[in-house]
């Protein structure tokens, strides 16, 4: 060892403390490109309402002040940051639209707050404030992020996509985007209380519906879920039967309706009424339909006999013949209180299909328009996930990105219990079969970049007593376990494991946000550094957040620790 250039560094730093770390790793510090640390946060798609944070609300000035001491705010959060081993965050700011001159207010605030750790910031667009753009730039921040769903300040879609991309690209800047497309019809059936206040949806009765938007594959965008034969690898590529392989389980998946109709035969007969017979035999016992007990009054003159049995609409994934879903019932009493603390039946109401549609939008336009470096975030959907992939496949320099966050690896439906609304997120977290699909892409490459996708929401907008995952706010408290996720996704020697974790946690991130003086350990750059070990399995006794209540790693094992963090 006497040649090696640690040696020769501990003769020129001689006064210098060394210490050793034994058979501990040393990687570059993470870089979190999904955060939100502050109050009067958008959650994008879910809840377009939410306490602003400039105190020009609604509220009082003493109301504002005593709802931001319950948020988590900077210190906690970046504590909790350095404790899983991020070094640097990219807070996705709020609320869904800023001024500049707020943008720059709370940068200067920020100053004041103890922080431990590096930040920059993305900021949201609209249609309705793509002028600001070059101001935002000024101001330095990392990039922009745009929301395919309805909103209040308009929707991106074909027709101006091509006008955000050209303005981000001339401040040469990275733009997020929410993967989930679809329609202000079918978003109302996911969230029925998400244009409202958290004051109004804890007690605004229940609307008389029992219908779910994942029963409308619309067909927003062709070829959304196409994954045919003629677009497979072609024979002779590299992994090209790990490629066949992926595409058919990732298709026979799509085209599993065994949950969906479950939750709708339970949801229908709670009412009192279905018309749905169903085919023998299921995968699972399903409970038979009682009668009703007397006549359902139906909002409509059609005769039973007139209900179709089959959508209107004509659907982009493939559905066995054999399975007929009822139809839409519309009845005179609300659902049975069971239903919104069902995570299945909220699940049903954020179908995969929607991320598929956006994505399938952001590569058809930046196909035509590749002027844009475009990152997809939040995505949960492993279909999604693999639709990127596939796009730079047979369109190699398409500059287009993706992620997962850390819970989408390790959780999945049939782990969360009834009413357990910590784990409410947009997009959702999916069965364990996308669980699975989502790490094997991992494993193949074809994810980019592993994030926290943080959102720190207080407990008394969790609804955490009820359990009611419809007005529950969505979010999970997530930040600083990215790590022993991805250390569990990839399930290896740590030996082998950790130059793939560098690259997903901290190379490609620096790349995407344009940060070159980060995310490697290399002669002139930054040292922020990772020190962790793989051997032990650890339960997570407390999450260094405000809130650890509604953390849903607490009481969770984890592989592998975090020794220290270096900045």
């Known amino acids: 060892l006497e040649d090696t250039p640690l040696c020769k560094l501990k003769e020129e730093f001689f006064d210098y403390y060394w210490e050793d770390l034994g058979d501990a790793f040393v990687s570059p510090g993470i870089i979190d490109l999904n955060v939100n640390f502050s109050h009067g946060m958008q959650i994008e798609g879910e809840d377009t309402i939410e306490y602003d944070h400039t105190g020009t609300s609604e509220h009082s000035s003493a109301q504002t002040s005593s709802l931001q001491d319950q948020w988590e705010g900077y210190e906690f959060g970046s504590k909790a940051a350095v404790s899983g081993g991020v070094t640097t965050v990219v807070e996705h700011s709020g609320p869904a639209l800023i001024h500049p001159k707020e943008f720059q207010l709370k940068l200067q605030a920020i100053q004041e707050s103890p922080i431990h750790c590096d930040i920059g910031f993305i900021v949201n667009l609209a249609p309705s404030n793509l002028e600001d753009v070059k101001e935002f730039s000024s101001l330095g921040v990392l990039g922009f992020k745009a929301s395919l769903l309805p909103s209040?300040?308009?929707?991106?879609?074909c027709k101006n996509l091509s006008k955000l991309f050209t303005e981000v690209a001339s401040v040469y800047k990275t733009l997020f985007v929410h993967p989930e497309k679809t329609n202000e019809r079918y978003l109302y059936m996911s969230s029925p209380f998400r244009n409202e206040s958290f004051e109004v949806r804890?007690?605004?009765?229940?609307?008389y519906i029992s219908i779910f938007a994942g029963a409308f594959p619309e067909d927003l965008e062709p070829s959304s879920s196409d994954l045919t034969p003629e677009n497979s690898p072609q024979k002779g590529t590299p992994n090209s039967t790990k490629e066949t392989d992926l595409e058919k389980s990732i298709k026979q998946n799509l085209e599993n309706l065994g949950p969906l109709v479950k939750v709708e035969m339970n949801s229908y007969s709670s009412s009192g009424f279905t018309l749905f017979r169903p085919p023998s035999p299921l995968s699972t016992k399903i409970p038979s339909i009682q009668s009703p007990q007397k006549p359902?009054?139906?909002?409509?003159?059609?005769?039973?006999?007139?209900?179709?049995?089959?959508?209107?609409v004509k659907p982009t994934i493939p559905r066995p013949s054999g399975l007929r879903r009822p139809p839409p019932i519309v009845c005179d009493k609300p659902p049975l209180p069971k239903e919104n603390i069902d995570y299945k039946q909220f699940l049903a109401n954020s179908p995969p299909h929607w991320e598929s549609n956006g994505v399938q939008l952001l590569i058809n336009e930046l196909s035509k328009n590749p002027i844009c470096k475009v990152h997809v975030s939040n995505v949960s959907s492993a279909n999604a996930i693999y639709l990127v992939r596939k796009a730079r496949r047979d369109n190699p320099g398409l500059p287009i990105s993706c992620e997962t966050a850390g819970f989408y690896l390790n959780f999945y439906d049939e782990l969360i219990k009834d009413g357990d609304t910590r784990f409410k997120a947009n997009p959702p977290i999916r069965d364990s079969k996308n669980q699975e699909l989502l790490i094997e892409v991992l494993k193949l490459g074809g994810i980019d970049c592993l994030t926290s996708y943080h959102r720190p929401i207080k407990p008394s907008l969790k609804s955490l007593v009820k359990g009611d995952f419809k007005r529950a706010v969505s979010g999970i408290s997530s930040l600083g376990f990215t790590l022993q996720c991805a250390l569990k996704a990839f399930g290896e020697e740590a030996q082998q494991v950790a130059p793939k974790l560098a690259k997903v946690l901290s190379e490609r991130p620096a790349e995407i946000v344009g940060l070159p003086h980060k995310g490697?350990?290399?002669?002139?750059?930054?040292?922020?550094?990772?020190?962790?070990e793989a051997r032990t399995l650890n339960k997570v006794e407390n999450a260094y957040t405000r809130h650890p209540q509604v953390c849903p790693f607490v009481g969770e094992m984890l592989p592998g620790k975090v020794l220290k963090t270096y900045l």
């Open 152 to 157: 209040n300040e308009g929707t991106f879609d």
């Open 202 to 207: 804890q007690y605004k009765p229940e609307p």
């Open 296 to 312: 359902v009054k139906l909002e409509t003159k059609q005769k039973l006999d007139q209900f179709p049995l089959h959508s209107p």
């Open 520 to 532: 490697s350990i290399q002669v002139g750059k930054l040292a922020d550094l990772v020190v962790w």
